[in-house]
């Protein structure tokens, strides 16, 4: 079994930081990619950030210049560093991870973390 735990949201003022972290748990054979979505209400949710292991962060164009995406390989972890938070921002944060379980390591299995609230806010 594969678990994705979140943490780190909270509130925070405009043009506040916050750092959210996502670590991958459990019976894991390897990580292709680690990465957060969002959803705002009434909104779908959208890709903010990835990184393929190994490979270079992909961002949303509404994110770059503000948020990093980092992995700690031997911790399975993944961090968002998110400053200059709008209050666009505010949104429910999903860890998403795509991994090799060791029961079966020729498939690749989606898994999503339970989401944590960001609010941007004065």
């Known amino acids: 079994q594969v678990q994705l735990v979140e943490s780190g949201g909270g509130l925070v003022q405009p043009e506040g930081s916050l750092r959210l972290s996502c670590a991958a748990s459990g019976s894991i054979f390897s990580i292709n990619a680690m990465g957060w979505y969002r959803q705002a209400p009434g909104k779908e949710r959208e890709l903010v950030a990835s990184i393929i292991s190994g490979g270079s962060p992909n961002y949303a164009d509404s994110v770059k210049g503000r948020f990093t995406i980092s992995r700690d390989y031997p911790k399975n972890t993944v961090y968002l560093q998110m400053n200059g938070l709008k209050p666009e921002d505010t949104a429910v944060y999903y860890c998403?991870?795509?991994?090799?379980?060791?029961?079966?390591?020729?498939?690749?299995?989606?898994?999503w973390g339970q989401g944590t609230q960001v609010t941007v806010s004065s």
């Open positions: 998403n991870a795509h991994i090799r379980p060791r029961i079966r390591p020729g498939t690749v299995y989606v898994y």
